[in-house]
């Protein structure tokens, strides 16, 4: 199992009326968390499509609310891949506040596309080859 954190602090321009994340900020959570763990594995998103030709687009999301995140607060983002990608990838992320409680928890499924002719394909070797250390026993 791949594992990452990253932390993000919430800003105003977060928050609703009660003070707390607004939740639709939660998918741009999910992505910081996405974004930076495949960064941490070698892979920048913005090579992937420009020198790869690799899309990722989402498939579905699914968020768990269980408490607010406030104005200020720095979010932990546990970010993990579970099972090593074959036709998609699924990326979980915990998110917890300062004092180490869960606050929301998302699973984001994306399929890999081919840039050049939009076609569905394969998880690309390149994406395997960074993650399948972490999945041998």
């Given at each position: 199992?791949?594992?990452?954190h990253?932390t993000?602090?919430?800003?105003?321009?977060?928050?609703?009326?009660?003070?707390?994340?607004?939740?639709?900020?939660?998918?741009?959570?999910y992505?910081v968390g996405?974004v930076?763990?495949m960064?941490?594995?070698?892979?920048?998103?913005?090579?992937?499509?420009?020198?790869?030709h690799?899309?990722?687009?989402?498939?579905?999301?699914?968020?768990?609310?269980v408490?607010?995140?406030?104005?200020?607060?720095?979010?932990?983002l546990?970010?993990?891949?579970?099972?090593?990608?074959?036709?998609?990838?699924?990326f979980?992320?915990?998110?917890?506040?300062?004092?180490?409680?869960l606050?929301n928890s998302?699973?984001?499924?994306?399929?890999?596309?081919?840039k050049?002719?939009g076609?569905?394909?394969?998880?690309?070797?390149?994406i395997?080859?960074?993650?399948?250390p972490?999945?041998?026993?």
């Amino acid at each position: 199992m791949y594992i990452h954190h990253a932390t993000v602090r919430v800003l105003y321009a977060d928050t609703d009326q009660m003070g707390y994340v607004y939740y639709g900020n939660y998918a741009r959570y999910y992505e910081v968390g996405r974004v930076e763990a495949m960064r941490n594995l070698g892979l920048k998103y913005a090579e992937l499509e420009e020198k790869h030709h690799i899309m990722m687009p989402v498939i579905s999301m699914e968020s768990r609310f269980v408490r607010p995140a406030l104005y200020d607060e720095l979010l932990t983002l546990e970010t993990r891949i579970s099972k090593l990608p074959e036709q998609k990838i699924i990326f979980r992320t915990d998110i917890y506040n300062e004092k180490k409680k869960l606050v929301n928890s998302g699973i984001v499924r994306l399929f890999f596309m081919d840039k050049l002719t939009g076609k569905r394909i394969s998880t690309p070797s390149i994406i395997v080859d960074k993650l399948k250390p972490y999945f041998e026993i």
